[in-house]
Every structure is written in C-alpha cells, then in structure tokens.
C-alpha cells in the first residue's frame, strides 16, 4: 500500500538559515512525487515534482529536492530561508491519478 | 493560469441542516475533481473522486449519502454536507485535474472552513 512519511511535525529555523524537510515514501511501482506548500487560509501550491530522470529537481521560490530510491525518500531543501516561507508542508506520492499525502510539517521561521 | 476557487471560504450551520461547497475551475477545463478533508494538524484525506457527468467514487469509509457529490460540468463540482453533525466539522478542499494532465497533477482551490454548531 500507498504511503508517506514526513517524520518532523515541527520545525523552526532562523531566517537565512538552511531548511532540509524530510518525505520517505512506500509505492509499490515507480513513484510520482511532490511537495506542496500550504499557507493560511490558501489552497496548496505545488512546489515541485519527480517523474523521472535527473534525481535532484528544482522548483518554485528556490526551494529543490532529491530522490533517492535505496532511502525511498523525497527530501526537500533550501540553502536560505526567507520568513514568508513559514508554512505548512506536504509531500505526496501518486502512480496515476489520486495524490496520498503525507501529515505535513510546519515550519517555523524566526526573525 | 489553473486557478481553482471554492465558495464560501467558511461557513457556519447548525446541526441537521445541510450545506453546499462550490468548486470551480476558472481557467481550465477539470475532467475530474477531488475532495478532501482536513483535520487540524492533519493530512489531507481523500474522500471522493468525481468526473464530469458520472457519478463520484467514493474512497471507503466515506458516506456517500452524506456527502453528495456532483460534477455537472467541466468547470463546476458540488459537495452537499446532508443533515451536518458536528463531528462534520472540518476544512474542506477541492482539487481539480485537468484532461491529460500528468500524473497527479492537481489544482487546489483555497478550501472551505465548515463549522456545524
């Protein structure tokens, strides 16, 4: 069965600190993957997502993640955060169409 | 562009009464909708996919005659909350997806706070 992990409910960061959220995922085939970010009393926004091909994608608003197969994990990075990155968090997984999501992770940014 | 809205953003009825989320594609043409359901601190859980012009599939566990789900066109779905308790309290939220769209690929419209007293 389908599932996603996002092990940290919780983090805080300083502003211009680096940022590292983890996602590991279970699929049974190749996996679809992506992050979505969610902020307060907004839809969820697509970050990024993997396919296929080149392991380390880039997205919106400078954020990246690596897929790696041998960790089944989709972890997502960014070198600074900026305060308007505070938010909640989500990583999924699909093989076709219906998206499973993870519990999220809120992220904290101090000043 | 692929921007999705839901009206209203929140409301508030009381028990028994039944109320109704408008999702609508404003760009796009969504073949299929999603509905979810958020708990506070909690993931989104899928509660029913619907594609225009046939009956919604609803994931197990969800009460399809509570929440009656229709997708009459290509740019509108409905979630009708039947006879609303107050454990129906929660954050609604549609997603759209449009026709050969990738994988997954989903449009999330703002969501909708309901609130049954």
């Known amino acids: 069965a389908q599932s996603v992990t996002q092990p940290d409910i919780h983090i805080t960061v300083s502003e211009g600190a680096s940022l590292e959220l983890r996602c590991n995922y279970s699929?049974?085939?190749?996996?679809?993957l992506f992050w979505y970010v969610q902020s307060p009393g907004q839809g969820l926004q697509l970050l990024l997502k993997?396919?296929?091909?080149?392991?380390l994608v880039q997205g919106i608003k400078g954020f990246e993640a690596e897929f790696k197969r041998s960790q089944s994990s989709f972890n997502l990075r960014k070198p600074s955060v900026h305060w308007s990155d505070a938010a909640e968090y989500f990583c999924a997984v699909t093989g076709a169409n219906n998206l499973f999501f993870g519990t999220g992770t809120r992220l904290t940014v101090i000043p | 562009g692929a921007v999705v809205s839901q009206h209203p953003s929140w409301v508030i009825c009381k028990s028994g009464t039944s109320v109704k989320i408008e999702c609508r594609s404003l760009d796009f043409q969504a073949t299929t909708m999603f509905w979810y359901r958020q708990f506070p601190k909690q993931s989104l859980m899928l509660m029913a996919t619907s594609n225009e012009g046939s009956k919604a599939t609803y994931e197990q566990g969800v009460e399809k005659d509570k929440f009656l789900i229709n997708h009459a066109s290509l740019t509108l779905s409905t979630l009708t909350v039947t006879s609303a308790h107050p454990e129906d309290s929660s954050f609604y939220i549609c997603?759209?997806?449009?026709?050969?769209?990738?994988?997954?690929?989903?449009?999330f419209g703002p969501g909708t706070r309901l609130t049954v007293t």
């Open positions: 993997y396919f296929s091909g080149d392991t």
């Open positions: 997603s759209a997806g449009r026709l050969a769209g990738g994988p997954g690929e989903q449009y």
């Open positions: 699929y049974g085939a190749t996996p679809y």
